[in-house]
């Protein structure tokens, strides 16, 4: 469904990816674990062309992707929740969600949506008129994933959905994300909390300074001794 | 806005009795100002003479701050050059309907040409522009105001210079309707420009509301809470922001065609400065950014306060021969610099969102207490 073939991006002088290739099939949730600064964000930022390709290819769906705008490369089923959650913080909820939907126009279909989402995280039903930025940390990620989830991607970008939040809160967060599967999405998942992240992906990627160094099924890399040495704290 | 006592001439509506009425000037305040305007004329005489004419000017500045707070409010585009869309507005008015030039297409023609000449000057400065934001925005829009400003006084053989335009006739010069010639009308009372005028505003309220509620509104305040997080959503930021300014150009030519029609002539392009877009700017702040009632209240105080009251007060105090001497510290125009500054100082301090906050904004600046 994604194929990713020896990208570059960076900014400025800086490269930031060196030549990163990858691939999701559909359904499939894929982690990508790495050190701080070794191109995660980048990464999915250069999916979503926030962040311009300077060589290589990306192909959505058999389509190449590279060079779109970031507005139209959501139209065509990649969802992206950036890192640091960025809800809008002076919208309500519901207004939130609502822009979650912007590219829809069956706007009905999309109330059963929210209504959805509100059923995976009734936290946010019960807050619908209160400002996103009066959330907490956790009620804001929760929007991040919700509002994510109504434009009804194909393909979602999270990055760090984790970060920063309560354990309780995390668990209740991968155990969304791992239902996702289930529901046809398929997901890259960014995260620094590599051992949870594995243990939820069929297929991870290790990032180091820009390039791919590993990668294989979830457990494999679980297991791998590099990985343990350096990603969960095991060595 | 005008000496006009509040409700007690409103229709009674209905048997509910007193907090009834109150109850109903809370809910609908627009309607009932809207009523309370339109009623005016017929019951202050003075609206037929020269405060029709000021009031009328009250409202006009309301159109043109509504089309700024488009930028400024809605989409956290800083704005410093919103008087030369005014200004264009105006002599566009001018050029398509004075004597001097063959075009002559009369008043309605013409505002729809230099409305939609506005919106199209507007795209021409936000494209090159898109990527700029904050102090680098306000600093190229303000060079722009001062670029239009020069070119309209140095461009005598079109703009007529230092003179204006003039004179740009009235709506409907010609249009005879039983036996009164339309023109003739506007040009004798001034309570037909009052009631265009607030026609006009009343329509720009309208209009607005629906923006605010529609897409496009959204995806404004969208682009203006967080560019990035707007684009993951599917919003084109450079569309937005391109519609933010023609949208706020636009209605800034209204304002500049009714200006011209009202006065009959352009002014002179000073009328179009620096100090005339801050004013503006100052007022939609005072009122409250992104709100469509603080704007208008801020206008009203701002605008009101200089068109109105300093010029009526000063007329007071010579009466009264209490400034015999002529000096500027006892006329209230002398002090208008300061009283500006005064009034923005304290609601920065006392109430940073604005008198009549949008939403939105008070949440934001009172996090604390929410």
């Known amino acids: 469904m994604l194929e990713v073939e020896n990208i570059e991006a960076g900014y400025g002088p800086i490269r930031a990816l060196d030549g990163v290739s990858l691939h999701v099939a559909a359904g499939e949730l894929v982690a990508i674990i790495g050190a701080n600064g070794a191109g995660k964000t980048t990464l999915l930022m250069a999916i979503s062309g926030v962040v311009p390709i300077r060589s290589g290819q990306v192909r959505f769906e058999g389509r190449p992707v590279t060079g779109l705008a970031p507005h139209e490369i959501v139209r065509l089923g990649i969802g992206h929740s950036p890192e640091g959650r960025r809800i809008f913080p002076r919208l309500s909820v519901r207004e939130n969600l609502e822009l979650g939907g912007f590219t829809r126009s069956d706007r009905a279909e999309m109330r059963r949506d929210i209504d959805e989402v509100c059923g995976l995280f009734p936290v946010l039903g019960s807050r619908m008129g209160q400002m996103g930025g009066t959330l907490s940390g956790g009620e804001q990620q929760m929007l991040a994933l919700g509002r994510a989830l109504v434009g009804r991607p194909r393909l979602l970008l999270l990055d760090e959905p984790s970060l920063g939040l309560a354990p309780l809160v995390v668990a209740k967060i991968f155990e969304v994300i791992a239902g996702l599967s289930a529901r046809g999405i398929a997901v890259v998942l960014v995260e620094q909390n590599a051992r949870a992240a594995l243990k939820l992906a069929s297929r991870g990627y290790v990032l180091e300074t820009g390039r791919i160094t590993l990668s294989g099924s979830g457990t494999e890399l679980a297991h791998d001794h590099r990985v343990r040495d350096a990603y969960l704290g095991e060595g | ?370």
């Open chain 2, 1 to 370: 806005m005008t000496s006009t006592p509040t409700n007690q001439q409103q229709p009674n509506a209905g048997a509910t009795g007193w907090a009834g009425i109150r109850a109903f000037v809370r809910e609908r305040w627009d309607l009932v100002t809207l009523v309370v305007l339109a009623v005016a004329p017929l019951v202050v005489p003075a609206l037929g003479g020269a405060l029709g004419g000021q009031v009328t000017t009250l409202f006009i500045y309301c159109i043109l701050a509504l089309g700024l707070n488009v930028m400024v409010g809605y989409t956290g585009l800083v704005h410093l050059g919103i008087a030369s869309f005014f200004g264009i507005g105006a002599y566009l008015m001018a050029i398509l309907t004075v004597p001097m030039y063959p075009f002559q297409i009369g008043f309605l023609a013409a505002t729809i040409v230099s409305v939609l000449a506005t919106a199209g000057i507007g795209l021409a400065l936000g494209a090159p522009t898109l990527r700029l934001r904050g102090d680098y925005l306000a600093i190229v829009t303000l060079g722009f105001g001062e670029v239009v400003k020069v070119t309209l006084r140095n461009l005598e053989q079109i703009t007529g210079g230092m003179k204006g335009l003039n004179p740009v006739p009235p709506p409907g010069a010609g249009v005879k309707i039983a036996g009164i010639d339309l023109g003739l009308a506007f040009a004798i009372d001034p309570r037909w420009f009052y009631y265009l005028s607030l026609l006009a505003l009343a329509g720009v309220v309208v209009a607005m509301r629906r923006l605010e509620q529609s897409r496009l509104g959204r995806a404004w305040v969208a682009v203006r809470e967080d560019e990035l997080a707007a684009s993951a959503m599917g919003i084109s930021a450079t569309r937005v922001k391109l519609s933010a300014f023609a949208m706020s150009s636009a209605v800034a030519g209204l304002a500049g065609c009714l200006y011209a029609a009202s006065l009959s002539t352009t002014a002179d392009p000073n009328a179009y400065d620096f100090n005339r877009s801050i004013m503006v700017l100052c007022a939609v702040i005072l009122g409250g950014l992104g709100s469509i009632p603080g704007t208008i209240l801020g206008v009203a105080i701002l605008v009101g306060f200089d068109t109105v009251l300093a010029p009526w007060a000063d007329s007071w105090i010579q009466q009264m021969n209490i400034n015999p001497s002529g000096s500027s510290l006892l006329s209230f125009s002398g002090w208008r610099l300061a009283i500006f500054g005064l009034a923005l100082v304290l609601v920065m301090r006392y109430r940073p969102e604005g008198l009549v906050p949008s939403r939105r904004l008070a949440a934001e600046l009172h996090e604390d207490h929410a």
